[in-house]
């Protein structure tokens, strides 16, 4: 009887042990699953936040583009509209030059017509001064316009 009993006590403590056994089997299969279900976790985070990243440098890299063709075209606009300006002022500046030249021509023929025109009336008075009797005509004519002239004076003075 002893005998039956310790086997009774033998058989159930194998199986509390089995039992044990197979929960704390059970327990680490569980741990492990956990942890990897973590690494799997923190994977797909490092795997998402590298193709952020990737997809973040692609923007920037075609916003630089971007901005460098503005840039490029900005300047370019830039560089032609000083051309055209500098081309304006340059037909400005020649047209100015042009206007003077043909002032100063102008002037230089008015100048030279009124010399002639001078001259001639000196050689026309040359001319008159040679007849006597214009000449003794302009003398008369001088001295009648000085009379006038006194007369006028005295007048005013009265």
Request: charged letters at 65%.
């Amino acid at each position: 009887m002893k005998q039956k009993k310790q086997m009774k006590k033998r058989k159930q403590q194998k199986t509390q042990k089995k039992m044990q056994k197979q929960k704390k089997n059970q327990q680490n299969k569980k741990q492990h699953q956990k942890k990897q279900y973590k690494k799997k976790q923190q994977k797909k985070k490092r795997k998402k936040k590298q193709q952020k990243k990737k997809q973040k440098q692609k923007m920037m890299k075609k916003k630089k583009i971007k901005e460098e063709k503005k840039r490029s075209r900005r300047s370019r606009r830039r560089s032609r509209r000083k051309k055209k300006e500098a081309a304006v002022k340059e037909a400005v500046e020649e047209a100015e030059e042009e206007a003077e030249q043909v002032e100063d021509e102008e002037e230089v023929e008015e100048e030279e017509e009124e010399e002639e025109e001078e001259e001639e009336e000196e050689e026309e008075e040359a001319e008159i001064l040679k007849e006597p009797e214009v000449a003794e005509e302009e003398a008369a004519d001088e001295e009648g316009e000085a009379a006038v002239e006194e007369a006028a004076q005295e007048e005013e003075a009265i």
